[in-house]
């Protein structure tokens, strides 16, 4: 984070070039009609370009100017600066890009005598105290040391003054480039700045071996780096032969029949009774034709006729749906259709339906007369690891939700890495509460009952009730549980009604977790520990973890490392990695992958992308998101590359939202943003004179086709939306909310 105010304090390192690579930028520089400033110059951009994506780049340089007039024999020479914007753009080759360089460096030249305060002004730059105008770095380069080489006298002490964020001076002898970083220590760590020397020592060696390659195919890390980077992501794990989760509950089964499997309310369900229900349901959706990789919308509350439910669906080799009942009619219609269900298991009364579509009710007295076993024919139908074991649908960017195929495969992989890494044993008990459309609900399901330990169902609705859930973990002793990090805040902060003694860990996740509430909860309970997980719903629930530690501190806390048989990578735009510290795309490897979306090919195909890293070509997910390596492996979240939000754990892509506002004719157009964990919807109106409706009309009409999570709770009417110079809508510029 920079400081309000900019700070001059600094620091120095030094480094130097080979002979060898010192001859090759002379020649290069010779052959190119450059001077060896500008090759050098063209080289630092290329460096910036890589570690902030911008084709953009505004660099200063010092130059020697002559005053003119009364004064010129009282001062003399003074020293001016320029600003030299560069065009990185349309991956050139260094070649062309020292052309681009050479050109506006001589431009620049010949207007070299106007002040660069003059050029700020005319500009009308809107001055910050936190950082110098235009330009945040300084690129300096001189034939021997003048006395003013940029620190190179400084080099390696603390305490230098830092004119700039970060100046980059070479010195050139008969034989050898000297570089100086000189950094801001408010703003940067010495690892930070000697990686960015290696970094530029590395990026000139490949130029030197070849001008002409293009600016994608240039690397600037290390062998030692890329080596680091491949061993964070040795996670390759062997599994133990595969077998599908229900089979693994079964097994429990068998070993614990009259343990306690499930508690609801007052209700309980031993292993033994849960397997036995689970069969018979499972007979009777094989009667309706169920079979492998047939899909069974699921449209039950949160409930012990919901895990039966599941667990049957997969012994017939379907693959499930869930529906909300809370979710509108058309929402639920749509995701049957799209989905091509055939068979819908549900309650009296469910708020969906559909022809050709077989309707299960879970009440029905049919299912209980059926057999209590598997089939005395044995024709049970085999687990194989790529067969699809849910379906879960999305926010979509298009205005309609998308589904998402997750297999088995990628399923155990996840439980097991759970199970291997949290060790959970019989004597637990694991609150399940997480809405069945979200995939956090699947491990609740299926982790507990894989161990024999016990799940413990939350009421449905009540998953926000903090008094209730507090109850609930203390009066049944409740020792490991979900949050949000949004419910997580509220329930750190609440008044429990006990010291929930029996909580001995939280998985938190969905979100970007406060380091200030884990320290608080650490303060309040001496035993429990607190675990940051990741995780799209395109790879199997979760990819990384991290405990955080105590005490704790407000430090936002990493996202954690990748687990097993889980490979991950922070990207740029041309899929290369990029170093410890740099911002890039992050993308997912490995088992956990999903098949892709549901009848979706050019989308999949979109987003599951080739894996360059894979030689037996295997695909990358890219998330979306933006990560950055800390130099201890563990990865930074650090927001989106789109305008994707997450409120309360949940993905919401506003051009959902959006499209379904622009459908009220009184409507002309709609931007949906997160201001202060609230849904807030910006709109014009189609007529300016009537305006739009009222809060209270809108929430309704979006009720027919959203769910309440997606309702926004604010409506701001503005006669049009900012805009950037470049005529883009600026959505950085939206109002704040009025409270009122």
């Known amino acids: 984070p920079r400081p309000p105010v900019r700070s001059t304090t600094g620091a120095a390192i030094s480094f130097h070039l080979t002979p060898e690579v010192t001859a090759g930028l002379q020649e290069l520089?010779?052959?190119?009609?450059?001077?060896?400033?500008?090759?050098?110059?063209?080289?630092?951009?290329?460096?910036?370009?890589?570690?902030?994506?911008?084709?953009?780049?505004?660099?200063?340089?010092?130059?020697?100017?002559?005053?003119?007039?009364?004064?010129e024999d009282l001062i003399g020479f003074f020293v001016n600066t320029l600003a030299l914007r560069t065009d990185l753009s349309g991956d050139p080759t260094f070649t062309q890009l020292l052309g681009r360089v050479r050109a506006t460096a001589l431009d620049a030249y010949t207007h070299q005598d106007l002040p660069f305060e003059q050029l700020v002004d005319e500009l009308g730059v809107v001055r910050d105290r936190s950082r110098t105008p235009l330009f945040q770095t300084l690129f300096k380069f001189s034939e021997q040391d003048q006395g003013d080489s940029g620190g190179i006298e400084e080099a390696e002490k603390d305490g230098v003054s830092a004119r700039f964020d970060l100046t980059v001076a070479f010195v050139q002898s008969d034989t050898e480039l000297t570089g100086v970083v000189n950094y801001s220590t408010a703003l940067f760590a010495e690892p930070t700045i000697r990686r960015l020397a290696s970094h530029l020592a590395e990026l000139l060696a490949a130029v030197v071996g070849d001008p002409d390659r293009h600016l994608s195919a240039l690397s600037i890390l290390t062998p030692t780096e890329l080596q680091v980077l491949a061993d964070w992501n040795a996670t390759a794990t062997e599994m133990p032969p595969f077998r599908g989760m229900h089979e693994l509950v079964a097994a429990q089964a068998g070993t614990c029949p009259s343990s306690v499997a499930v508690i609801e309310g007052e209700r309980t369900l031993s292993y033994g009774e849960l397997d036995v229900r689970a069969e018979r349901l499972a007979h009777h959706l094989r009667e309706l034709g169920v079979e492998r990789d047939q899909i069974v919308a699921v449209c039950l509350p949160r409930s012990t006729d919901l895990v039966v439910t599941v667990l049957a669906i997969w012994r017939t080799g379907g693959i499930y749906l869930p529906l909300d009942p809370d979710h509108p009619a058309d929402r639920l219609a749509y995701m049957l259709s799209d989905s091509r269900a055939s068979v819908l298991v549900c309650r009296e009364g469910a708020p969906v339906g559909g022809e050709n579509l077989a309707v299960v009710r879970v009440d029905d007295p049919a299912i209980a007369e059926r057999p209590a076993t598997a089939p005395a024919d044995g024709v049970v139908v085999p687990v194989h690891p790529e067969q699809g074991a849910y379906l879960l649908y999305t926010s979509g960017s298009t205005g309609r939700p998308k589904g998402v195929v997750v297999p088995h495969r990628g399923l155990v992989n996840r439980i097991a890495w759970m199970q291997d890494a949290y060790q959970l044993s019989p004597s637990d008990r694991v609150l399940t509460k997480t809405s069945t459309t979200f995939d956090v609900s699947l491990w609740e399901l299926v982790w507990p009952l894989i161990t024999g330990a016990c799940m413990v169902i939350a009421e449905p609705g009540r998953h926000g009730d903090l008094a209730y859930l507090a109850d609930v973990i203390d009066r049944h002793e409740v020792s490991v549980s979900h949050f949000v990090p949004s419910v997580f805040h509220q329930f750190v902060h609440h008044p429990w009604p006990g010291a929930l003694a029996g909580l001995r860990m939280i998985l938190c996740g969905g979100e970007a977790l406060s380091g200030a509430d884990v320290a608080a909860l650490y303060r309040r309970h001496a035993t429990v520990t607190v675990h940051n997980l990741y995780g799209p719903a395109e790879a199997s629930i979760d990819v990384t973890a991290w405990e955080c530690p105590r005490p704790g501190d407000d430090a936002p806390p990493p996202i954690g490392a990748p687990i097993a048989n889980t490979r991950l990578y922070v990207l740029d735009r041309h899929l290369k990695p990029v170093s410890v510290g740099v911002t890039g795309e992050l993308y997912i490897a490995g088992d956990n992958l999903a098949r892709g979306y549901h009848h979706r090919p050019a989308l999949t195909a979109e987003r599951f992308v080739a894996d360059p890293f894979d030689p037996e070509g295997g695909r990358l997910y890219r998330t979306g998101d933006l990560a950055r390596w800390r130099p201890d492996g563990q990865l930074d979240f650090l927001g989106r590359t789109d305008h994707q939000v997450k409120l309360r754990g949940v993905r919401i892509e506003p051009a959902e939202v959006e499209h379904a506002l622009t459908a009220h004719p009184a409507i002309d157009a709609a931007l949906v943003a997160v201001h202060e964990q609230r849904l807030v919807s910006y709109l014009v109106a189609a007529d300016q004179v009537i305006g739009i409706p009222t809060a209270g009309e809108l929430r309704q009409f979006l009720r027919e086709t959203l769910p309440d999570y997606m309702v926004p709770g604010v409506f701001v009417e503005l006669a049009g939306f900012p805009r950037t110079p470049n005529g883009k809508i600026d959505r950085a510029s939206l109002p704040a909310p009025d409270s009122s």
């Open 29 to 71: 520089s010779r052959t190119s009609g450059a001077t060896m400033f500008m090759t050098l110059l063209a080289a630092y951009t290329v460096l910036l370009n890589k570690y902030t994506g911008q084709d953009d780049i505004i660099v200063g340089t010092p130059v020697a100017g002559r005053n003119h007039g009364q004064t």
